[in-house]
């Protein structure tokens, strides 16, 4: 069983409407970040949690909220869906510390239309 | 914000051949990683470094981060067909990652 899996793989919106993509984690790692992905560039970080209670905006938090329901869940929403939000979604999750990697889920596929 | 140039932007090479490619940043980063991805995946770690002037193998894969924490390179050797993705550089600091915009490796058999 993978130790990062994010929900839905893929999924195709209007304008408008809101989503959210899930990730759960079982690796027991406390932080977790979403980065979304678009062709030809790296990954840039959208949001960031270190523990439960800690919500950080990353380098591209405009339109896109978090939740951090648990030490294993977190989830990214975007309230009101535009065309330009169009990307791959990755959700990844590091242990504290100095050296701690990160470990990507498989991506979500989102197509704003 | 930090930026990180990742360069060649892509590579077609001979199966065999070695591959260099590197990631220069204005910034110091403390901790220097490559990913590779493969279609529909994500970001695989290769190689960690966290320390100037480190010099890290992994099988056929040796990276180096730079004396003045601003840059890494990555080599492959004698690559192979399944050495073919997209290779990422990653700067870190405190915990955040600033990623290079990626290598996209093609290996003719």
């Known amino acids: 069983d993978a130790d990062v899996t994010q929900t839905p793989r893929n999924r195709i919106t209007k304008t408008g409407k809101r989503i959210m993509l899930e990730c759960s984690q079982t690796k027991g790692h406390d932080r977790m970040y979403w980065y979304r992905q678009d062709p030809g560039l790296g990954l840039r970080l959208i949001y960031y949690s270190f523990d439960v209670k800690d919500i950080n905006k990353g380098e591209i938090s405009d339109g896109y909220s978090v939740s951090r329901q648990a030490q294993a869940k977190f989830s990214l929403s975007l309230e009101s869906a535009i065309p330009n939000q169009t990307a791959l979604y990755f959700c990844?999750?590091?242990?504290?510390?100095?050296?701690?990697?990160?470990?990507f889920g498989p991506g979500t596929r989102l197509l704003v239309l | 914000g930090q930026q990180l140039n990742q360069s060649p932007q892509s590579m077609f090479i001979q199966e065999g051949e070695d591959v260099s490619m590197n990631c220069t940043s204005s910034s110091i980063f403390n901790t220097w990683l490559w990913y590779k991805q493969d279609p529909g995946e994500g970001p695989v770690l290769l190689i960690a470094?966290?320390?100037?002037?480190e010099l890290t193998s992994n099988g056929r894969l040796t990276a180096q981060f730079g004396i003045t924490r601003k840059d890494s390179f990555l080599n492959i050797s004698a690559s192979i067909p399944s050495d073919v993705g997209i290779y990422f550089c990653a700067g870190q600091n405190a915990g955040k990652s600033t990623f290079g915009d990626g290598t996209t490796l093609t290996v003719k058999p």
């Open positions: 990844a999750t590091s242990a504290n510390g100095f050296r701690e990697t990160q470990y």
């Open positions: 470094l966290y320390k100037a002037g």
